[in-house]
């Protein structure tokens, strides 16, 4: 008994260090943040509590819808740009036979590129008069575009920006799903003459199903958190195209030197994403069980 409560005791003191870790730097911050929304707060002045009068003023903020269009746009773009690819790059790097390695490091260079230089590159990039992407298309002789300095292309510019700064993660991970698969279940498949499409139909798809509604998951609140890119490359313009939830949040703490606000939409925020991840999870949960 003495030494199964030892035991125990020094598991929970290993666990003691994490806690106290997300207590100082998570969960303490996001109850702060609650409890600031309600209050005007200026820093070396005591708050003063002031109830819903935060999220009112947020609310008739012109930005405040601009921003939760764009940012709603940018996760709808970023599932249709961003969610295929690293699944269909995870396919290829599979069925691959010669130089695995190589190509698995060229896939995931991008992620270990710090998002603030990634954000700079893809800025000289998209430059309208000497950046590459226009370089390239006056070599084709294709028409140049203004990409990020465009209010109609500045939103999908950054949507490739964040695929290619953040597939590489995404594709490692499938990968690894890909890979867990019994090869028995192609083998048979063959056998009942299904080509390459219907085997990813019916075979790929299926046994990775629980990585792929999780990963959609994850997906969505990352890009619904969008912030360095629009920071980085376009300042929020052109016309407010690429303001961000958080980018707002942004600049209400620290160019209008409202915490109070900032906090109240952090809240909404916050809010919208625990609802989306309650709902996506009892619908997933619900199909598992029918299935």
């Known amino acids: 008994m003495t030494r199964r409560l030892a035991d125990q005791a020094r598991a929970y003191a290993f666990l003691l260090g994490g806690l106290i870790c997300f207590g100082l730097f998570s969960w303490y911050p996001a109850i702060r943040a609650i409890v600031i929304a309600f209050q005007k707060y200026t820093p070396g002045a005591p708050p003063e ?33 961003g969610f295929a690819i690293p699944f269909v790059l995870a396919l290829v790097l599979n069925e691959l036979r010669h130089a ?34 226009n370089e390239v298309l006056r070599f084709a002789h294709l028409p140049t575009s203004n990409w990020s300095n465009g209010a109609d292309t500045a939103l999908v ?87 961000t939830v958080l980018y707002l949040i942004y600049k209400y703490a620290f160019l209008y030197n409202d915490f109070g606000g900032a906090c109240a939409l952090s809240v909404m925020l916050l809010v919208v994403l625990g609802l989306f991840s309650a709902l996506y999870l009892r619908l997933t949960r619900s199909e598992g069980e029918d299935a």
């Not at 939760?68 to 746009?73: E, K, S, Y």
């Not at 083998?187 to 990963?215: C, K, S, W, Y």
Request: hydrophobic content about 55%; proline content about 6%.
């Open 49 to 81: 509590w002031v109830g819903t009068a935060n999220f009112t003023r947020v609310l008739d903020d012109p930005e405040f819808a601009a921003a939760w269009r764009n940012t709603l746009t940018f996760t709808l773009l970023a599932l249709l740009i």
């Open 100 to 133: 695995k390695s190589f190509f698995r490091i060229v896939v995931y260079l991008p992620v270990m590129i710090p998002p603030v230089v990634s954000a700079l590159l893809w800025k000289w990039f998209y430059d309208p008069g000497t950046g590459l992407a």
């Open 157 to 243: 510019s950054l949507v490739i920006v964040a695929t290619w700064a953040n597939m590489g993660g995404t594709v490692l991970i499938y990968l690894a799903a890909l890979q867990s698969i019994p090869g028995e279940l192609y083998e048979a498949a063959e056998l009942d003459g299904a080509n390459l499409l219907q085997r990813v139909r019916h075979v790929t798809i299926p046994q990775t199903r629980f990585v792929i509604l999780m990963l959609m998951l994850l997906q969505v609140i990352a890009t619904m958190q969008v912030f360095t890119e629009p920071f980085v490359i376009t300042g929020g313009g052109p016309e407010n195209a690429t303001v």
